[in-house]
């Protein structure tokens, strides 16, 4: 089981919304009366989630947390979706990014998250929290091998796409209505280049000349939206 704490209101929201079967315990300040903590009691009788009062100036609850999945279970997601939409992390190593990218992806409702087994951040503590919950929604999927992972997909019809500055089609011009998984790579050194071989179509966020690049988490908005747009 995992505790959440008073600054954790978002993420224990999310929970009682979404996994009210996840919730384990529920506790509430017995002299809190604020609007927000009147909103929490509603929901979670809402979802019969079982509210306790004590004495604490702070509220908590405990969890259970989600656990990664792995190929079995994408290849079953897969087969139940006929327009996919996945998102691959190359390296992403940094808990705030994933944390921050889980919670975006959740948002622009794409269906899987993968990570590679090695050289990759995982649902640490820091990720979760910074998820605000998606962490425990999203399908979070490790696999051995991105690039196996690449060919498999373009087997079954799906789009490889990958994003890098270089690139000459802005990322706009992409047609997402289609099974599509995405690539984006780590903080410093972008996408592998035996992966690279894999991807169909490299894509660009065009962006002022005095700036770089966009931090990864960044990135991902950028595109998970745009394809969400033109999926609904």
Do not use: W
């Amino acid at each position: 089981m995992t505790e959440l704490k008073s600054s954790d209101q978002n993420f224990i929201k999310t929970l009682i919304t979404n996994l009210p079967e996840k919730v384990k315990e529920f506790v509430l300040p017995d002299k809190k009366n604020d609007k927000k903590t009147s909103d929490l009691i509603h929901l979670a009788k809402q979802n019969n989630v079982e509210v306790k009062f004590s004495s604490s100036k702070k509220l908590h609850a405990t969890y259970e947390p989600a656990q990664a999945k792995d190929i079995n279970f994408l290849e079953k997601l897969l087969d139940k979706k006929n327009n996919s939409l996945i998102l691959i992390l190359d390296h992403v190593m940094d808990p705030q990014n994933l944390g921050s990218i889980l919670r975006t992806s959740l948002a622009a409702e794409v269906d899987a998250v993968v990570v590679s087994k090695n050289r990759a951040c995982h649902l640490t503590d820091t990720v979760r929290k910074v998820s605000k919950g998606a962490s425990e929604i999203i399908p979070f999927v490790i696999v051995n091998n991105i690039k196996y992972l690449t060919k498999h997909l373009k087997n079954i019809n799906f789009k490889i796409v990958g994003c890098e500055a270089s690139a000459e089609k802005k990322y706009y011009d992409f047609d997402y209505k289609v099974p599509v998984a995405i690539i984006m790579g780590s903080e410093g050194y972008g996408i592998k280049l035996n992966l690279k071989k894999e991807i169909d179509e490299m894509l660009k966020i065009p962006m002022s000349e005095k700036i770089e690049s966009l931090n990864v988490s960044n990135a991902c908005s950028v595109i998970l939206f745009e394809a969400n747009k033109q999926r609904n």
